[in-house]
Structure formats: C-alpha cells, structure tokens
C-alpha cells in the first residue's frame, strides 16, 4: 500500500511514518498542503492522509482541490477538533474517513485498511443501477438522477445513499450505517449519520407525497417507497 502522508507536526510525522513502514507501507510524507498537492498530482496513491491544520494550504482546502482536479484516491483527514461541524466540513470536502486526535497507532492502520478495500472492486454481479421510485444510482459513473434531474452529493453523501438502497426496505441502525459507510470504531455519540441523513433528505425527498427516507423512532431509518394519496 502506497500511503502519502501530509503532517506538519514533525514529531507526529515521524512517529506515524516509521510505524507505517514497519508494518509494511510505502509512505511518503509532505511537511504542508503545497507539497502534498504536489506529490498528489505527481504520483498515485493507495490512500492519503491529511491533517486538517496545515501552512500554505489546509487539509480541507487540499481535498477539495484534489477533488477538483479528478483525483479519486481514498483521503483520511485527521483533526484535533472532534465537533460534529467540524467531522462535517472535513468529509464535505470531499475526504472518505476522518480520525480525531489523539489516536491509537493500531486504528489509523485498521481505517486506512478499510478504505483500501473500499476502493478496490467489489462484488461483479453487483447491479450497475439502482432505482427505487424516481431516483436511480449508477453505480459505475458514482452519479444519481431524481425524475430525469441530477443529483449533487458529495462523496459521503453517495456512500450513504448507495449503502442504503443496497438495503432498501430493511431497517438499518445508526451503528450500522456508521460502520458500513464510515468505517470502525467511529463515536456512538456523534450525530453525524443523522446529519448526512438530513442532508440526503433535502435532496431526495423533495415530493412529500413520495419520501423515500423514514425514522423508525429507537431503530435507525429506512428506505422505502411512501407514496400518499
């Protein structure tokens, strides 16, 4: 696995790298946000991993770049700032996973692993498109249509959705959905899966008479066709 490392705490980059390369890795580090987005564009990458506090160009203002620039590799963000808002703008930006400081050595490597494998091809007799009511997902262009009309999501966004019309008319819990669409181990008392379920909301569920995503009150949500008289 080819991991770029972008940390300008060089104590944390030094003790991040050298574990890494112990277990296996191919790291190469960027002490700031220019250089990682140098290196980004220059060579390929399994995985990469951004703080979010760096000089010349933050982690956040990196991803979306990369993102920008077509750049699909799988990104963890680490952050000193655990708040929802701040979970939030760092996978808005386009990022995969995030890791708030301080951190376990042993969960970096398991999250790293996950979003590798998330990336790798999956299962080939998966379908192509997946449609419930008006909405249709294609899985191959990562793009989502509403009657006829596309759909914006951000990479959360479409993780979130694609994991849940994989499982459509089953109820699916917070822990679940935590687990499948972010990765392990992630804080049970983070509001994220609810927040990300409100943002999906406003943007499938525009016809009142036809909502797609529903709470089941002490369960989870459900996706599921509701159409009213």
Request: charge should be neutral; hydrophobic fraction near 40%.
């Amino acid at each position: 696995m080819k991991i770029l490392l972008v940390e300008d705490e060089a104590a944390l980059a030094s003790m991040l790298n050298k574990g890494l390369k112990e277990a296996g890795y191919e790291v190469t580090v960027a002490p700031d946000g220019l250089i990682g987005h140098e290196m980004a564009i220059k060579n390929q990458f399994d995985v990469m991993v951004l703080d979010i506090m760096l000089p010349g160009l933050n982690g956040i203002q990196l991803c979306k770049q990369l993102r920008r620039q077509q750049i699909d590799t799988p990104i963890l963000m680490l952050t000193a700032l655990g708040t929802t808002e701040n979970i939030v703008a760092g996978l808005d930006s386009g990022a995969d996973d995030y890791l708030v400081k301080p951190f376990h050595f042993a969960e970096l490597e398991a999250r790293l692993r996950t979003l590798v494998r998330r990336k790798s091809p999956g299962n080939t007799n998966q379908p192509d498109v997946l449609q419930i009511g008006n909405l249709i997902l294609n899985i191959s262009t990562r793009s989502a249509s509403l009657n006829g009309e596309p759909v914006t999501l951000t990479a959360t966004e479409y993780r979130l959705l694609e994991f849940m019309m994989h499982n459509r008319g089953r109820v699916l819990s917070r822990m679940e959905l935590l687990e499948n669409v972010w990765g392990i181990d992630f804080n049970m008392s983070t509001n994220v899966v609810d927040v990300y379920v409100n943002y999906l909301r406003k943007k499938i569920d525009t016809n009142p008479a036809q909502k797609l995503i529903h709470t089941m009150i002490g369960m989870g949500y459900i996706l599921k066709e509701d159409k009213k008289s």
